[in-house]
């Protein structure tokens, strides 16, 4: 039988559209099993359990929960900390203090990090602890997973967005430039391309940060696209590097978290920035650019339901693994072969998605770096759910009859 | 009977979430009536007149024109263009040659305005034609109009965000900065107050153009919400003027339209400003800019019901009318008195709307010009339609156990 004890839950890193759905689907999983007696949350992840800032989560009514599940962001709040060795040995004294026996804590490869080196203290000592990750991210890099929870539902919103620039860009006719979030991994600006219904829809170009990113390139790929279609919409990654691998939004961001990442989103200096040069490097003189911002993570409403689905699972897989015989550990999602969409959930070690995390497959990229390939639609397409339908005039021409 | 003849129809300005059901609303009305003939579109407003690009609405489908009117941004394509005296001439010219005798323009103030130079232009000549203005705009500014088609879906989305942006920045505290579009008056920027359903809920701050700005009002005012909640979700309109009334965005922006108006949007000059300034002026270290940029007028599946509904009456309603004894002129929106919400839709000369924009009345901004009234809410809820239900957990503490 599993160990009796408390649970704490703590979520971790950038919120998302459905990362309450993990958290949601852990505590009412929790519920079920007597082995678990307190299931306590912890406000903005590591902070809050150097803080002891821990709220009953058995308090909280099953209505209400649901609610939350269906919210966007981070219902206990979120942190980007990675604890010390000290702080580690402090939350472990915590852990041990409140009778925590499972933990588990809701992030991507930051938080899986932070899991880990808590799980190796108690390891260490031998306090028995089930140490669980439960993924989450928009940027879509962990690695030994298929896809994250969050992602599907960041890549709804950004193609839904960038067809509806599209129209607004053919209707009012230029060069319009989104930058994207994903800070090492280009799959959230590649499910832009999930925007495409006909051959000549936007985004034209998209450019990731696992291809160099060159002015030079880039003006040249819009002028043809330009001269092609008469507009041009194009879907930017913020972490676009140049050939030296320097990332080109990192001129304008001095700012780090205590992971070492620096300042990416929040700003529209990359945007403005790509407007600029474009302006400098052709003759094009409407050039326009959004940056997607905290959008992309937070609108309440624009939720894709596969995710949204996932998201619930791994975080109630999480919690039936952790009182079961394999220890500690990462939930990691893998898609079933074969046509009709499908996914299981597995065990991996912590350490298998902590620190380094993935890129775009090259399969998933052209050969001139500034698209998608047909691939890469097919693995994106089930994550995001079906898009909103988009309705186009015909055109019959009317004969002119100017003299 | 109403005089047989030809229809053209055209969109100008901005686009909007809504601006083709306007069309479509036009269109199959005119299908109605036997005194209209051909239907005609002009592709991208006054530059499609000034080429003769004319396409027939007749040869499209009712399903693909209701697929149409569900879809964002002008489907025949718009343009900011304001006809020089010769351009007028030249489009009367033209209206003559393809025997125009029933003209619609949807569009804002400025589109008013060159629907009425060519209405005065065929006045003075005594050719027989009905010219109608079709009222849209996302700004709400259009004088006599208790609001404008394009507003509440716009409102929708605004609010939207700021709904999520304000959960994303509990959860990661700090400063955020959102910059919403509205050239002159303040009305959509105020449409986030919508995001509030708890008294502590952002937007905190709200600055319109209709008050002059000042970094330091800015900085305490952010200072003291900070003080009091530990983040603070701002909203600032692109239009934000200093005490001199100039643009405090125009610093940024060399570019004007042919109506002498400075870009504004597609750039997040003015949030990086902000955020900049704040972090200058006080201790606060993590401050965010996004500027919600072409989404607001674009995004698709974020549409208020009433607004779809409202600018599809407006296009049907400015048929009939121009089928009638008016003439010339343009469809207003007046609110109906009363408890329950609805409107009625008259008649007013096309002068009436142009050029001259209005602004937010005094009663709908609060004493320290830094948030909206409680009477500006009252007028905006029922254009917005409701918004996402948010869940919060209740937050019931654990007793602290250390030492």
Tied chains: 1, 2.
């Excluded at 509806?164 to 600006?189: S, W």
């Excluded at 400098?280 to 003189?285: Q, S, V």
């Amino acid at each position: 039988m599993a160990r009796q004890g408390n649970m704490l839950i703590g979520q971790s890193g950038g919120p998302t559209a459905v990362i309450n759905q993990s958290l949601v689907g852990a505590v009412l999983e929790a519920r079920k099993h007597k082995a678990i007696r307190g299931i306590y949350g912890a406000l903005h992840g590591m902070k809050g359990i150097l803080d002891e800032a821990f709220i009953d989560l058995r308090k909280e009514t099953k209505a209400g929960l649901e609610a939350v599940a269906a919210t966007p962001a981070a219902a206990l709040g979120s942190a980007r900390k990675k604890p010390t060795p000290e702080e580690c040995a402090r939350v472990f004294e915590i852990l041990k203090r409140y009778d925590i026996r499972y933990f588990f804590y809701i992030g991507g490869n930051d938080s899986a990090e932070s899991a880990n080196l808590i799980n190796e203290n108690a390891k260490r000592v031998g306090y028995e602890l089930a140490c669980w990750h439960i993924p989450k991210t928009i940027d879509n890099d962990l690695r030994e997973n298929d896809h994250t929870p969050g992602f599907g539902s960041a890549a709804r919103f950004v193609a839904s967005a960038v067809m509806g620039d599209t129209l607004d860009c053919r209707a009012m006719p230029g060069v319009k430039i989104d930058v994207v979030m994903g800070r090492n991994a280009g799959f959230l600006t590649a499910a832009t391309a999930l925007a495409r219904v006909r051959p000549d829809d936007g985004p034209h170009l998209i450019y990731l940060p696992e291809r160099p990113f060159s002015f030079d390139r880039f003006a040249a790929d819009v002028t043809s696209v330009q001269a092609r279609l008469g507009y041009c919409v194009v879907a930017v990654s913020e972490g676009i590097v140049d050939d030296a691998g320097e990332l080109i939004a990192a001129k304008f961001s001095k700012e780090v978290d205590s992971h070492g990442n620096a300042q990416l989103s929040g700003t529209g200096a990359l945007g403005d920035l790509l407007a600029q040069e474009l302006k400098a490097r052709t003759p094009i003189t409407r050039v326009r650019a959004d940056t997607f911002g905290y959008l992309q993570r937070s609108f309440p409403g624009v939720v894709s339901v596969v995710d949204a689905r996932e998201a619930r699972r791994v975080g109630e897989v999480a919690v039936r693994l952790a009182l079961g015989p394999e220890g500690s550990g990462t939930v990691v999602i893998r898609r079933k072969p074969g046509k009709a969409y499908g996914v299981t959930y597995v065990r991996m070690p912590l350490a298998s998605v902590a620190k380094e995390t993935k890129h775009m497959p090259d399969a998933f990229i052209n050969a001139a770096g500034n698209d998608v390939t047909p691939a890469f639609l097919e693995y994106v397409r089930p994550l995001a759910g079906p898009l909103p339908k988009i309705g186009r005039l015909k055109r019959v021409s009317i004969p002119k009859r100017s003299a």
